[in-house]
């Protein structure tokens, strides 16, 4: 058995249905950029979604269960700080933003290697790709996209990252001058 | 201090002094004079890398932005500026002319479609091993080149010899932001277009979209023109635009645009030119939204009967 067979089924409902964040910040329910929760969702759903569990080969590699390791720590320390909101004790919040300086890189590093395994699968059954011709001239080969992919996930981790960084000082900060009052 | 001159008190938007003791300026000392100063002072700014804006009024809202120290206009008689008085710097960061910009932003898309029709053979069959490669290009496919060719060299012609831009540089940010759009699209556009499995479209449907985009092209060029003419003077200010058909929509140079790439579209018809076009509409939107509001506040009572895409919007 493996992490995947065990909690597969509930990740993929909670990941799927987390785009709830995505929305809460178009609405303006919460004060977080829309592009930075679009961004995290879109590539956590993608990794889960359209290349795991489309490729069963992969769900008993040890990346997949390091990936939800990771995800799985970050969560369970985020949503009690959104829960508990004012009343969140300051361990809490200093975990939370301080517990992604290394679960953020391990994840990613995990997608990547989720998404490199897949490479050749993906090739061989020409995976969500269009081919020409056809009257509206269009192509997709999904192999190359995600290649692409992984040759820009670097930039597009770091600028993620840095927000964190960004965010960690602002919110510890805060904390720290909320306490002197 | 020195008759004849004012020291005014830089600051930053933190209230944080940049120029300790002040910066000294003549009475009659107009903003270009006063960011001479500044650049002497601190040379790590040119000007066209000063912004500077008048205080923010003690507990305004973090949004609210100073009234900004326009081009040429004087300190003293257009701000009421005098000794003692506070002015707010920002570094705009690294500029680079709009010139610049624009060439090298126009000058890609015509490296990066081109070798797609010429290179046919050698990309399609040779490198990537499809057939149909070396069979002759297509009438459709032709009238792409020249016309997507045409219109990037229309636009560098332009910009050497009509535009006149309001202002002189542009973050240097924007460089590769705009060349990356350009650039990618112009060669994913070509990919596509110049293919060896290109579907085209029915013969009378290829040249109503050329016709309408070879209007369009000249509309947009006749609108550059009659703009360029309003700033025939060498000013950099702001005319309202009545001639032509700027009588009817604000932003007749952008509909012009739009509907060129509607036209280059129908003709081709991929799905990639279609993104393009989206893309560059909605940003024209944005920017004719702006522009229309712009117009508004500087010539009162200014209306037309459309912003920017007749007969929608």
């Avoid at chain 2, 050329?210 to 092209?217: R, Y």
Wanted: glycine fraction near 6%; include cysteine; charged fraction near 15%.
């Amino acid at each position: 058995a493996s992490v995947y067979a065990d909690a597969g089924w509930y990740v993929r409902a909670f990941q799927v249905a987390s785009v709830l964040e995505v929305l809460h910040a178009a609405f303006r329910l919460t004060k977080s950029p829309v592009s930075a929760a679009l961004m995290q969702w879109v590539g956590r759903t993608h990794v889960l979604m359209a290349v795991t569990h489309a490729i069963p080969e992969l769900q008993s590699t040890p990346a997949a269960g390091v990936l939800f390791m990771a995800w799985a720590l970050t969560e369970v320390i985020r949503y009690p700080t959104y829960a508990l909101s004012l009343s969140c004790p300051r361990w809490l919040n200093w975990l939370r933003y301080t517990i992604f300086i290394p679960l953020y890189p391990i994840g990613a590093l995990s997608e990547m290697k989720l998404m490199y395994d897949g490479i050749p699968t993906m090739r061989a059954n020409q995976m969500y790709s269009i081919t020409l011709p056809n009257a509206l001239n269009f192509g997709f080969d999904y192999t190359t996209f995600v290649t692409m992919l992984l040759v820009a996930y670097p930039f597009l981790f770091y600028s993620l990252y840095a927000y964190m960084f960004i965010q960690r000082k602002k919110k510890l900060a805060l904390i720290q001058t909320r306490k002197e009052d | 201090k020195a008759p004849g001159t004012m020291k005014l008190k830089i600051l930053s938007r933190s209230g944080r002094e940049l120029v300790s003791g002040g910066l000294e300026v003549k009475d009659g000392a107009t903003t270009d004079d006063l960011k001479a100063a500044f650049a002497a002072k601190k040379p790590k700014y040119p000007p066209s890398r000063q912004r500077f804006t008048l205080p923010v009024p003690e507990g305004a809202d973090k949004k609210v932005r100073g009234v900004a120290l326009d081009a040429g206009k004087s300190l003293s008689k257009d701000y009421g500026l005098q000794t003692g008085s506070k002015v707010c710097f920002k570094d705009l960061g690294p500029q680079v002319p709009y010139a610049v910009v624009f060439l090298a932003e126009y000058a890609g898309p015509l490296a990066c479609y081109l070798p797609f029709y010429f290179l046919r053979k050698e990309i399609y069959g040779d490198t990537m091993g499809l057939s149909g490669a070396d069979a002759p290009m297509l009438l459709v496919q032709t009238l792409a080149m020249l016309f997507h060719s045409g219109h990037y060299l229309k636009r560098i012609l332009e910009t050497l010899f009509v535009h006149h831009f309001s202002h002189a540089t542009m973050p240097i940010a924007n460089l590769f932001k705009n060349c990356t759009y350009y650039w990618c699209f112009a060669a994913i556009m070509s990919y596509f277009i110049n293919h060896p499995q290109y579907t085209p479209v029915g013969h009378s449907q290829m040249v109503a979209g050329f016709a309408i985009s070879a209007l369009m092209q000249l509309g947009n060029l006749h609108s550059h023109v009659y703009q360029s003419s309003l700033r025939a003077d060498g000013s950099k200010t702001y005319k309202e635009p009545k001639g032509g058909l700027f009588r009817y929509v604000t932003c007749a140079n952008y509909t012009c645009e739009i509907y060129n790439w509607v036209g280059f579209n129908i003709a081709t018809q991929s799905v990639w030119g279609w993104v393009f076009a989206l893309c560059g509409s909605a940003q024209m939107v944005a920017w004719a939204n702006a522009k229309h509001r712009r117009l508004k506040k500087l010539f009162p009572g200014f209306s037309r009967a459309f912003k920017i895409l007749p007969p929608f919007y």
